[in-house]
């Protein structure tokens, strides 16, 4: 993977999406871009699958068409602050696993169970089934989740535990997904925050009160067919943070 020197100003706002009040604005300035891949083949991800379902690597796509449940992990640990990036589409064709949800990921996502955390150590262990990954301790959003009527964030704990706070479980419309329309995906894991943009739009911002330091990145669906595109990862720098008013 190539490693470009080249800067990016990110704006993270610090509140829940509605909200009204005045909200921090947070600028983070991105150094080099640590890692990048356009999917020429699958060296750098390992695939945990239930049966049934095909990962592929072709002409710079990730393509997931999936059965019953699907992780790809990237297999660089990474380390906050961090922000990565990717383009995603659900596609919906009329194919055997055209179903539009479950456009999920996870990250910094570590296995208490592994002596240096690694959730590549305990791969064995793993089949692609979701219940699997409760024991894990990771960020996670499901978008368009449960048949496409809910976007949630979680943080898994490591202990089996996975709460869902009530303003992180949105089913609007304007959050659920769109057949065949690229999303531009931008994850942050920064200054004790767990941030989730789609389309530049923030959709989620946790403020971790135990952040996750370090941890592996992994897309994640079940049913679903979906095409990646253009991942990459910065290492992230506070730059400012001033008050705005909310939109």
Same mark, same amino acid.
């Given at each position: 993977?190539?490693?470009?020197?080249?800067? $990016?100003?990110?704006?993270?706002?610090?509140?829940?999406?509605?909200?009204?009040?005045?909200?921090?604005?947070?600028?983070?300035? #991105?150094?080099?871009?640590?890692f /990048?891949?356009?999917?020429?083949?699958a060296?750098?991800?390992?695939?945990?699958? /239930?049966?049934?379902?095909?990962?592929?690597?072709?002409?710079?796509?990730?393509?997931?068409?999936?059965?019953?449940?699907?992780?790809?992990?990237?297999?660089?640990? $990474?380390?906050?602050p961090?922000?990565?990036?990717?383009? #995603?589409?659900?596609?919906?064709?009329?194919?055997?696993?055209?179903?539009? %949800?479950?456009?999920?990921?996870?990250?910094m996502?570590?296995?208490?169970?592994?002596?240096?955390?690694?959730?590549?150590? +305990?791969?064995?262990?793993?089949?692609?089934?979701?219940? /699997?990954?409760?024991? $894990?301790r $990771?960020?996670?959003?499901?978008c368009?989740?449960? %048949?496409?009527?809910?976007t949630?964030?979680?943080?898994? +704990?490591g202990?089996g535990?996975?709460?869902?706070?009530?303003?992180?479980?949105?089913?609007?419309?304007?959050?659920?997904?769109q057949?065949?329309?690229?999303?531009?995906?931008?994850?942050?894991?920064?200054?004790?925050?767990? /941030?989730?943009?789609?389309?530049?739009?923030?959709?989620?911002?946790?403020?971790d009160?135990?952040?996750?330091?370090?941890?592996?990145?992994?897309?994640r669906?079940?049913?679903s067919?979906?095409?990646i595109?253009?991942?990459?990862?910065w290492?992230?720098?506070?730059?400012?943070?001033?008050? #705005?008013?909310?939109?």
């Amino acid at each position: 993977m190539r490693r470009p020197t080249c800067l $990016l100003v990110v704006s993270l706002l610090a509140l829940a999406p509605g909200s009204v009040r005045a909200q921090m604005v947070e600028r983070y300035e #991105a150094g080099p871009l640590l890692f /990048q891949d356009d999917f020429s083949d699958a060296t750098h991800w390992l695939v945990e699958q /239930q049966e049934d379902g095909r990962v592929s690597f072709q002409d710079g796509r990730l393509v997931i068409q999936d059965a019953d449940g699907c992780t790809i992990w990237f297999r660089q640990e $990474l380390s906050a602050p961090v922000v990565i990036t990717y383009d #995603a589409t659900v596609i919906d064709h009329g194919g055997p696993h055209d179903r539009v %949800s479950d456009l999920n990921c996870f990250w910094m996502a570590t296995d208490p169970a592994a002596p240096d955390g690694s959730v590549l150590a +305990t791969t064995a262990s793993r089949t692609g089934a979701f219940k /699997q990954y409760d024991a $894990l301790r $990771l960020y996670y959003v499901g978008c368009g989740g449960n %048949s496409n009527t809910t976007t949630r964030f979680r943080r898994y +704990t490591g202990m089996g535990d996975k709460p869902l706070l009530p303003e992180f479980d949105l089913k609007e419309p304007r959050f659920l997904l769109q057949a065949n329309h690229t999303y531009k995906i931008m994850l942050v894991a920064a200054a004790g925050r767990a /941030q989730y943009f789609r389309d530049g739009e923030r959709i989620f911002d946790y403020a971790d009160p135990d952040p996750l330091p370090r941890g592996w990145f992994g897309f994640r669906t079940v049913r679903s067919h979906i095409e990646i595109t253009h991942f990459r990862v910065w290492q992230a720098r506070l730059v400012s943070a001033t008050g #705005a008013p909310a939109p």
